[in-house]
C-alpha cells in the first residue's frame, strides 16, 4: 500500500509539474498567507525528485509488464521477437484474466480505497507542513 500511494504521488506531481509548464507558468509562485509561515510563497509547480522520477519509471514498467504481459522494458523478448501479447493490451489471453478478475474488484475497491485516499491525504498534508513551516536548510 505504501508503494501504491508513493507511486500516486509522485506521479500526480510530475503530471502537475508537465502541466503547469506546459502553460508557460513554471516560474508562477502561490502566496502563503499563514502565520507562521517559514516561506512567503511557494512554486505552482510542484518538487519532483530524482527518486520520484524513478518511482514513476517502475511505475510505468509495471503497468507494461502487467497490460503487455512482456518483461517491462519494451514488449520484446530477449531474442528480439515480439513477446507473448506485444502491442496487444493484456497481452495473450488477457481478456480472460481480466475477465476472472472482474468479480473481485468491488471487494478490493471497497477495502483498499479508503485506505489509499488516507494515505494519500496523509502524505500530500504531511509535505505541504514540511514546505510551509520548516526552513528550507533543515529540510532533508
Known amino acids: 500500500m505504501d508503494e501504491l500511494v508513493k507511486s500516486i504521488d509522485a506521479l500526480s506531481r510530475e503530471q502537475l509539474t508537465l502541466l503547469v509548464t506546459s502553460l508557460g507558468l513554471s516560474r508562477a509562485r502561490v502566496p502563503v498567507l499563514l502565520p507562521g509561515a517559514a516561506v512567503a510563497s511557494l ?4 518538487t519532483v525528485s530524482e527518486e520520484d522520477r524513478r518511482v514513476v519509471e517502475n511505475l510505468v514498467k509495471i503497468v507494461n509488464f502487467l497490460t503487455k504481459g512482456g518483461d517491462g522494458s519494451n514488449g520484446s523478448s530477449s531474442n528480439g521477437s515480439s513477446g507473448a501479447g506485444a502491442g496487444r493490451p493484456f497481452g495473450a489471453g488477457g481478456g480472460e484474466v481480466v475477465a476472472e478478475l472482474l468479480p473481485y474488484l468491488p471487494a478490493v475497491a471497497r477495502e483498499v480505497l479508503p485506505q489509499l485516499g488516507t494515505q494519500l491525504v496523509g502524505r500530500i498534508s504531511a ?7 520548516v526552513p528550507a536548510p533543515a529540510r532533508r
Open 127 to 133: 509535505r505541504f507542513v514540511r514546505e510551509l513551516f
Open 43 to 46: 512554486p505552482l509547480a510542484p
